[in-house]
């Protein structure tokens, strides 16, 4: 990983965002409709990390973005040298009266391998880290019982010790505009992501 020192420099100028969301046709930035929460999470690629959640019941939008490193406002070339210590991100703006952050966590654990480490699938490099940027003390609780459960699921199938980042959520820059649903935009475009086939136990705490 690089450090703050090492880091590219960035910039001060935001990325353009889209206005509307290519699939839900809601907004991709704030301010959100009142009594809606955020998740952000990194499972490898963000292409088709963000297809994963824009499918689910109860999710308002979703964006991809880079986040958990040093970098203001990369590029996407930038997050890929490695230098900015971002992973790809996913931000997860969901209805928690219609659907739960354990809801959100299980797509999160069943939808990637979270023991690859610094990779997923061949995909390599520390971008494309797994990662939960929790935004609130119950975020935090709920992410840590489900990475504690999903271990003892993923070691009693074979499988080593989960490497997912846990960390409070710092900024979510937002990637280029083409990135963003990208999956909708290029429907046969590429997707490296892959589960490990391991249900995931949900609802052990309230979100």
């Excluded at 210590?85 to 209805?95: K, P, S, W, Y």
């Excluded at 609130?136 to 993923?154: G, I, P």
Aim: proline share 7%; aromatic share 12%; net charge negative.
């Amino acid at each position: 990983m690089v450090t703050a020192d090492e880091a590219l420099p960035g910039r001060d100028e935001r990325m353009p965002v889209p206005a509307r969301h290519e699939i839900l046709n809601t907004p991709l930035e704030p301010p959100f409709p009142d009594g809606l929460e955020q998740a952000v999470v990194g499972m490898g690629c963000f292409w088709g990390a963000e297809r994963v959640f824009w499918r689910a019941p109860g999710v308002y939008t979703t964006a991809v973005g880079y986040a958990g490193g040093f970098t203001p406002n990369p590029t996407y070339e930038e997050a890929c040298s490695g230098r900015t210590g971002h992973t790809e991100a996913v931000l997860v703006v969901f209805d928690p009266k219609q659907t739960s952050y354990d809801e959100i966590l299980r797509l999160f654990w069943e939808n990637h391998d979270p023991t690859h480490g610094m990779r997923q699938g061949n995909d390599v490099g520390t971008q494309y880290r797994s990662a939960i940027y929790w935004t609130n003390d119950a975020q935090r609780a709920a992410a840590e019982a489900s990475r504690d459960a999903y271990q003892q699921e993923l070691t009693r199938a074979g499988y080593g010790e989960i490497t997912t980042e846990l960390a409070e959520a710092g900024p979510f820059y937002y990637a280029e505009d083409y990135h963003q649903q990208y999956l909708a935009k290029v429907p046969n475009g590429y997707c490296g992501l892959g589960g490990t086939g391991v249900a995931c136990p949900v609802g052990l705490t309230t979100s």
